[in-house]
């Protein structure tokens, strides 16, 4: 996190300086490109985002003028390819796209990503150039902006209907790994622009920017993340081959790209709960106990590091919300439970309770579906607070006052800040998370996933404990948009995520999704 | 649905039905003489008058307060004058709204028996003069009594009337109208009971009724009228979860097992609501929970213990809260869509429709009428048996006597949809969570009552 936190804050600084020297855009007409794709040189040289560029994209991106003065006009291979209709992305063509994984199968993989991938980054850049000048002016927001133009070229240097060799296909590769690792920051650092530009956007309107974002880079990310997975797969595979000649199936872990159809929800629920239980015990010296209950030992194939996301958020703030307000809902019958208890340091409090369903559904596909419960004592959350909470909290962040409105009663438990202690917030962000289960090598070795998140919750943890004494001023800490980025990955293959409040006692949360082959009704 | 024939088939067996109905019901039948439609005709000129009068929403704390401790004459004669104003004018406006249906859904013979109660209703009502004396309040209320009866049956007419006209008219439009329509219906009761109890009261001030039954002779100060100050939230869970259990009992025989209620929270949470209505509510929810935890379970041996149903009651600072916890298997995702509907649905729909299209079935028909009848409709239904139940002491038997009467497994598709209609009535909510494959979570929010008025408002009264 730190060697890529680092290449930001210069990039943040350069791209401020430029924006001193040149007020407006017709004076910098000059726009140096990121050279090439050696990763030896990951410093972006941009001084400015080249905001209107209507440059024609194909080709060599070392061509290193651009000029910014002309507009749009009928040569803009941005708008062009924005306007090419996106075909939705199921789960069930991920599947098809990497089973069984030959290589025939990668090289048309790589070659759908190559076909889709432009597209795609094209209406990122497209949604971002049509904002207010202002606020793509922000050094942050053009930062992201300069990454979707040097990611779209970077793609578009390999030809269409590309790659056609195994070679080719390594570098293609490599090229959507590192495009995968400039974008890891994305969302924290345009939150952070939004944040900077508060007085001159409606937060309405930042809400859904960033909604309409968030949810078109997920499929994004996947895709770029999909081939990568079966990339990293076939190549492990191929020492395999030798030994036990062509045509041997998958090793059997059941991972097709990103896509594991042997997930156990259970396992994964289990491992988050380790990992937030420590940031817990660290932060507070307690640990709620967990309990899973329900159809445990049943499989759903779904896309773990999603599962794990969203799970990972809503057991912090079902965590959270248990130990801030445990006087609350104690009852004698509690502390009579957990005095049996051998004393873990669970502080009496009241078990988070998960409820897990698997139900398989008739017709064509004959998928799964997952519905998980989550159930705390954690107080519930605050009628008044209740409208907010799938809002972009950063959205009422007050820079002057330095903490996050409504400064509720302790009882929030799904808001990502408490007004008493905003630093502490800090271990909760996104990007902790994110980076986690983002960095791309944990895809291409199935194990990786799993142990990485207790593992890298430890890393996390600590530095989070290194955090809390700053006030938290240059993190992203708290910006308040794990609920609602949660519910962006339920929903983006149909599912659902709600929360049911009882103030004075506790929530509920219902997850839903759909696995492998769910039609939808 | 691509052919308009079952409709057809329907509209002739109910006449006969309607037929067989009359040596039963004669008080009902009277009122749904096959009319040519121009027969209904009315002038709509002293319609309109009405209905260019807006209702005046009342507050559950104004009832409250309407009777008080200190019932006189006076009290009595301007509660009874309101509901003689009140009445009509609620009434008319319904009446418009159904004048607006499209003919085809009026003419549906469930639909024009409705329209026919309202109108009949609307013109009595109208006529009434002034109540300058108690004499004249006794006449009134006995008129009002006879209403309420005769209107029981129209909640099973206009479902099925609804269904019946499912194809004619959008579904959310029909549903808006039926939504409308209850919610004015619910009004209309809880005035007119409200005023007949708070005159029984008066009329026999050293009788008070609910004394016996809850046996604490002091308790009765805290019961004005239909409203009841205090409801205990417990109290009534537990009621209505006995009940329901007893219903299942019935239903699937002694020998299967019933799942057990346990009650969770602020388990001495009381606060004021109308019983009825919330009584009518826990024990629908009960009702599908129960249900659905045996049928998931089905078959299974005496001994077998049936997963709990957990009950939440979570006193909040603005509302309370009941959470009914089942592991009855959730909804099925194809009913899931339509459960808050009353004219889509899938399974109730296929219901109805078996019904109608297999003769043989007529008595059960005629069962599913008459258990509709008292079990949609429990509300006024069992206010009604409640003042009589009063006289004889055995009110919490008799409140919910309706719930027991209705064949257990008979699922209209409509407890739901209505459990919602009353909720919201005073400003709460019913939402239901499927874990699917698992088991509901349905959560009832009650407000608390301080100065909310009724809901009437938002129907564009």
Redesign the interface.
């Known amino acids: 996190m730190i060697l890529r936190a680092r290449p930001f804050i210069r990039w943040s600084a350069i791209a401020a300086r430029a924006l001193v020297a040149h007020p407006t855009p017709n004076r910098t007409p000059v726009i140096c490109l990121r050279r090439g794709l050696s990763t030896q040189d990951p410093e972006p040289r941009l001084p400015l985002a080249d905001k209107f560029t209507t440059a024609p994209l194909e080709g060599n991106p070392q061509s290193k003028h651009t000029n910014t003065t002309s507009t749009t006009g009928s040569n803009d291979e941005v708008a062009r390819l924005a306007a090419i209709p996106l075909p939705s992305l199921t789960l069930q063509d991920l599947v098809r796209q990497g089973y069984p994984l030959s290589s025939q199968r990668l090289l048309a993989s790589a070659r759908y990503t190559r076909s889709i991938l432009p597209i795609r980054l094209a209406k990122h850049i497209l949604a971002l150039r049509n904002l207010p000048f202002i606020i793509v002016s922000n050094p942050h927001i053009s930062e992201i902006y300069n990454n979707y133009i040097y990611s779209l070229r970077s793609v578009l240097q390999f030809p269409n209907n590309h790659p056609t060799t195994l070679a080719e296909e390594g570098q293609f590769t490599q090229m959507l790994k590192d495009i995968v690792k400039t974008h890891s920051n994305t969302i924290p650092t345009l939150a952070k622009g939004f944040i900077e530009c508060k007085r001159y956007i409606d937060p309405e309107e930042v809400g859904s920017v960033l909604e309409r974002h968030l949810r078109t880079r997920i499929g994004t990310r996947l895709l770029a993340e999909q081939h990568i997975a079966l990339h990293e797969a076939f190549v492990g595979k191929g020492v395999k081959d030798q030994h036990n000649g062509e045509g041997e199936e998958e090793s059997g872990d059941g991972y097709i790209g990103t896509i594991d159809t042997n997930m156990l929800p259970s396992k994964i629920i289990l491992s988050c709960s380790e990992f937030v239980g420590d940031i817990c015990e660290l932060r507070y010296g307690v640990r709620p106990k967990l309990i899973i209950e329900?159809?445990t030992k049943e499989k759903f194939p779904y896309i773990p590091v999603h599962l794990e996301y969203i799970i990972t958020e809503l057991l912090k703030n079902a965590f959270r919300a248990t130990i801030e307000s445990p006087t609350l809902t104690k009852t004698p019958h509690d502390l009579h439970e957990s005095q049996q208890d051998d004393g873990v340091g669970d502080g009496n409090l009241p078990p988070v309770i998960v409820?897990?369903?698997?139900?398989?559904?008739d017709g064509v596909g004959g998928g799964k579906?997952l519905?998980v419960?989550i159930r705390d004592r954690g107080g519930?959350i605050a009628?008044e607070v209740l409208p907010s909470i799938w809002k972009y909290s950063f959205t009422t962040f007050d820079p002057e006052r330095g903490r996050y409105y409504p400064p509720s009663s302790a009882s929030t438990s799904a808001m990502s800040s408490s007004a008493s202690s905003p630093s502490s917030s800090s271990q909760y962000t996104y990007s902790n998370i994110h980076n986690l289960t983002g960095v791309v090598d944990d895809y291409s070795n199935p194990m990786n996933v799993n142990l990485g998140m207790s593992g890298g919750g430890t890393i996390d943890a600590l530095n989070i404990a290194s955090d809390t004494g700053t006030s938290g001023g240059s993190s992203i800490a708290g910006l308040g948009y794990g609920l609602p980025l949660s519910r962006a990955y339920a929903e983006y293959f149909g599912g659902t995520l709600?929360v049911?409040s009882?103030?004075?006692?506790g929530t509920?949360v219902?997850l839903?999704l759909k696995g492998v082959g769910v039609e939808d009704? | 649905m691509p052919n308009p024939l079952p409709s057809v088939q329907w509209r002739a067996l109910q006449t006969t039905l309607r037929r067989g109905n009359s040596t039963q019901q004669p008080a009902a039948i009277a009122l749904t003489p096959n009319l040519a439609p121009n027969l209904r005709w009315r002038s709509s000129s002293v319609l309109d008058s009405y209905v260019d009068k807006p209702a005046r929403p009342i507050s559950l704390r104004q009832l409250i307060f309407f009777g008080g401790r200190n019932l006189d004459e006076v009290r009595i004669l301007n509660s009874a004058n309101y509901v003689r104003s009140e009445l009509p004018i609620r009434i008319a406006h319904r009446i418009r709204d159904m004048q607006k249906l499209p003919y085809v859904v009026v003419t549906n013979p469930h639909m024009s028996h409705v329209y026919d109660l309202y109108y009949k209703a609307f013109d009595t009502l109208r006529k009434v003069p002034e109540i300058k004396t108690i004499e004249d309040n006794d006449r009134f209320c006995s008129i009002v009594k006879n209403m309420l009866r005769e209107h029981l049956t129209i909640i099973p007419n206009l479902a099925m009337g609804v269904l019946e006209c499912k194809d004619l008219v959008p579904a959310a439009e029909i549903d808006r109208f039926m939504n409308k329509l209850l919610r004015s219906r619910i009004s209309r009761r809880v005035i007119a009971e409200q005023h007949i109890a708070l005159t029984d009261t008066f009329n026999s001030p050293f009788h008070f009724p609910a004394s016996s039954a809850f046996q604490q002779p002091n308790s009765h100060p805290d019961f004005v009228g239909e409203v009841f100050l205090r409801c205990n939230a417990k109290e009534v869970v537990e009621r209505c979860g006995k009940l329901a259990q007893n219903l299942a009992r019935d239903a699937f025989g002694p020998d299967s097992p019933v799942p057990e209620i346990e009650i969770e929270?602020?388990t001495d949470t009381i606060f004021p609501y109308i019983l009825s209505h919330l009584e009518y509510m826990i024990g629908e929810l009960l009702r599908n929970s129960i249900q659905a935890t045996i049928e998931k379970h089905h078959p299974a041996s005496p001994t077998t213990k049936l997963p709990l149903i957990k009950v939440?009651i979570?006193?909040?600072?603005?509302?309370i809260?009941f959470?009914v916890s089942d592991q009855g298997g959730?909804i099925p995702?194809?009913e899931l869509?339509h459960l808050w509907s009353f004219s889509k649905g899938a399974r109730s729909q296929a219901r109805l429709e078996n019904f109608a299209r297999v003769p043989t079935m007529a008595a059960t028909m005629q069962e599913l009428l008459n258990s509709h009848t008292h079990t949609s409709s429990i509300v006024g239904h069992q206010n009604s048996i409640n003042m009589t139940a009063r006289k004889v002491g055995s009110r919490e038997e008799s409140s919910l006597s309706s719930l027991t009467s209705r064949p257990p497994n008979l699922r209209l598709g409509i407890g739901l949809p209505m459990s919602r209609v009353y909720a919201e009535y005073w400003a709460g909510s019913l939402?239901l969570?499927?874990?699917?494959?698992?088991?509901t979570?349905v959560?009832l929010q009650i407000s608390k009552l301080g100065n909310k008025s009724e809901q009437l408002t938002l129907d564009g009264l």
């Not at chain 1, 409820?355 to 559904?361: A, E």
């Not at chain 1, 009882?502 to 006692?505: I, S």
């Open positions: 329900g159809h409820t897990l369903s698997v139900s398989r559904r579906v519905s419960r519930g009628p709600s049911q009882c103030f004075g006692w509920d219902y839903f009704i | 929270g602020h939440l979570c006193h909040a600072p603005q509302h809260i959470r959730g995702p194809d869509p939402e969570h499927s874990l699917e494959g698992y088991g979570d959560f």
